[in-house]
C-alpha cells in the first residue's frame, strides 16, 4: 500500500478514487491512480509534468 500524494485533492472528482505514490527506486518512481471502473485514459509529458488524462464516462 502507498502514500497519499501531497496536494492532490479529489474530492469532487467522482472518476478517482484514489492516487498513491508507490515508491522510487534507481532513478524509476511509480505511481497508482484508482478509478471507479475501467475507462479510456491516455498519458502525457508536458512541459516537466505528467499528465493523466481519464475519460470521464465512456
Known amino acids: 500500500m502507498g502514500q497519499p500524494l501531497p496536494g492532490v485533492n479529489l ?10 505514490f508507490a515508491g522510487s527506486f534507481e532513478g524509476q518512481s511509480q ?3 484508482g ?6 485514459f491516455r498519458v502525457l509529458q508536458l512541459d516537466g509534468r505528467l499528465v493523466v488524462d481519464v475519460a470521464h464516462t465512456w
Open 11 to 20: 474530492s469532487g472528482y467522482r472518476t478517482f478514487q484514489d492516487a498513491e
Open 31 to 33: 505511481f497508482g491512480l
Open 35 to 40: 478509478v471507479r471502473a475501467r475507462l479510456p
